[in-house]
């Protein structure tokens, strides 16, 4: 069984943690935060003093961290893994990053003898944490076929998107320019409900028995009548930035974008009031607005 490793334990790296140690992986691990290394050691890992000593000690390192800087730093970096994996290796890259990015690092990695899997993902931290994330990988049939038991100890649906690295960022953008839009939707609907006094529970009812039922919605909606806008494990500051990659991708090809441009309004407000609150602070922005909430 493949030795494992992860670089960035927070919402979502402690998810891939815990079911890789679940399904019998021996994972080291390395994070800044102490109370998260804390928290990793006691589900069983090991602690890693360095990226290096991350590399050493494994076969297969998942990279979860903020942005392309971070992971790019880590994968190519004069003490970076590339320098201390074991030749025949793979960095699974499950942060997501423009594609431009992916394209660099795996430019970066010609010749070192360590593969890339560049493998966003989605689910969020229910997903993480419960093993079911979808992942978007791409690379090389013989590379996923290799590493496929360590993908799915931690997933339960991998498409293959592609060979080249940086297919599957753009799978992930696109995608978020989907799951952002039905984000500002929902925030407005709620927002007009709150105004005209409609019950949050009788709202809900209705959206999630209706065509417009998604996973995406239902989640939101009950969030915001539960009034949780924080500690839900979706920071706005990630959805706020994988919206700008989206975004920066459509420029960059030329792609008129106007739904997944209104939705980056609601997140660049929202953020700007509440940037340590989650996706659904956005909808506290509004309410704030018209003067109204809207409860279950």
């Known amino acids: 069984m493949k030795r494992t490793g992860i670089i960035g334990l927070g919402d979502m790296g402690s998810g891939l943690a815990k079911n890789l140690i679940e399904n019998g992986f021996e994972v080291t691990g390395l994070d800044l935060s102490e109370d998260r290394m804390n928290a990793f050691l006691k589900m069983g890992g090991k602690q890693a003093e360095s990226i290096a000593d991350v590399g050493m000690n494994a076969d297969a390192v998942f990279i979860m961290v903020m942005n392309g800087h971070q992971a790019k730093s880590i994968i190519l970096g004069e003490a970076g893994l590339v320098s201390h994996m074991p030749k025949g290796g793979a960095v699974i890259l499950t942060a997501t ?20 899997i560049d493998s966003p993902v989605s689910g969020g931290f229910k997903g993480a944490q419960d093993g079911t994330l979808t992942m978007m990988a791409a690379a ?25 690295s940086g297919d599957g960022q753009v799978m ?7 799951i952002g839009s039905i984000f500002g939707a929902t925030f407005e609907a709620a927002s007009l409900a709150a105004k ?23 989640g939101a909606l009950e969030n915001i009548i539960d009034r949780k806008f924080e500690g839900t494990g979706s920071g706005i500051g990630t959805m706020h930035k994988d919206l700008t990659i989206s975004l920066n991708m459509a420029e960059e090809l030329g792609v008129p974008m106007f739904m997944a441009s209104s939705a980056m309004q ?31």
Request: charged letters at 25%; hydrophobic letters at 40%.
């Open 196 to 218: 005209a006094g409609v019950s949050g529970q009788a709202l809900y009812d209705v959206f999630s028995t209706s065509g417009a039922s998604c996973g995406v919605a239902n």
């Open 172 to 178: 992930k953008a696109c995608l978020q320019t989907l």
């Open 266 to 296: 609601i997140f660049h407000q929202g953020k700007a009031k509440y940037p340590d609150g989650d996706n659904w602070i956005c909808t506290r922005v509004m309410e704030e607005v018209v003067g109204a909430e809207l409860h279950r």
């Open 140 to 164: 090389a049939a013989p590379v996923l076929d290799e590493y496929k038991s360590v993908m799915e100890a931690v997933s339960k649906t991998i498409h293959r998107v592609g060979e080249r």
């Open 97 to 116: 990053i423009k594609p431009s990015e992916a394209r660099d690092i795996a430019e970066g990695m010609l010749g070192s003898g360590i593969k890339l």
